[in-house]
Structure formats: C-alpha cells, structure tokens
C-alpha cells in the first residue's frame, strides 16, 4: 500500500491520534472513507463511459467500411464489371497461388 510498511504505518497512526484527538479521530477516518469510496465510484464511471465510446468507434469503423464496400460494388456495378468476372479472376488467382505452392514444394 503505497510503499508504507507497518512501522511507518504505526507512526503516521500515533501523530494522528497526538495532533487530531482521539474524539475526531473516528470522524476523520469515516470521511476519509467515504471519499475514497466516492473517488473510486467516479473512476468507475470514467471507464465504463471510455469502454463506451471504443464500442462507437468500432461501430463507426464497421460502418464506414460498409459503406466504402457498398460503394465499390455501385461503382463495378455502373462500370458494367460484374461479380461473375469478380468470382472467376479470383477463382485464377487461388490456383495460381496453388500452382506456385505446388512448385515449392516439388523444389
């Protein structure tokens, strides 16, 4: 806890009780406990609002592909390209990948 060891930790606890008085003692140490409480609440609250806004931005990112693939396909649409020339050039492309795997192999 912090670096304190235990004999620290007594002699912090002694100049407490000597300056504040062993009658506020108690009281000190309940608001000290609640604001920790309360510090640890708001930490709780920052992290769950950063755990939501990197949900947005992988929602937006999802999206913003989407749209650039919808794109892409208006565009191969209006250029008369179709996915049947997508599908077969890309049906050569895995069996040059193959041939070439094939050779290695052989090599």
């Given amino acids: 806890m912090f670096g304190i060891g235990m004999p620290e930790m007594l002699i912090i606890m002694a100049v407490a009780l000597i300056v504040i008085g062993p009658r506020k003692l108690p009281d000190l140490a309940k608001s000290l406990g ?3 409480r309360e510090f640890r609440g708001a930490t709780g609250e920052l992290k769950s609002s950063l755990n939501i806004d990197d949900e947005l931005t992988d929602n937006w ?4 592909k989407n749209i650039t693939d919808i794109k892409q396909d208006i565009k191969d649409t209006v250029t008369g390209k179709e996915k049947s020339q997508n599908v077969s050039d890309d049906k050569k492309t895995e069996n ?3 041939n070439k795997a094939a050779e290695n ?3």
Avoid at 61 to 64: C, D, I, L, Q, S
Wanted: net charge positive; hydrophobic share 15%.
């Fill in 61 to 64: 990112k999802k999206t913003k």
């Fill in 34 to 36: 609640k604001a920790l």
């Fill in 96 to 98: 040059k990948t193959e």
């Fill in 105 to 107: 192999k052989e090599k």
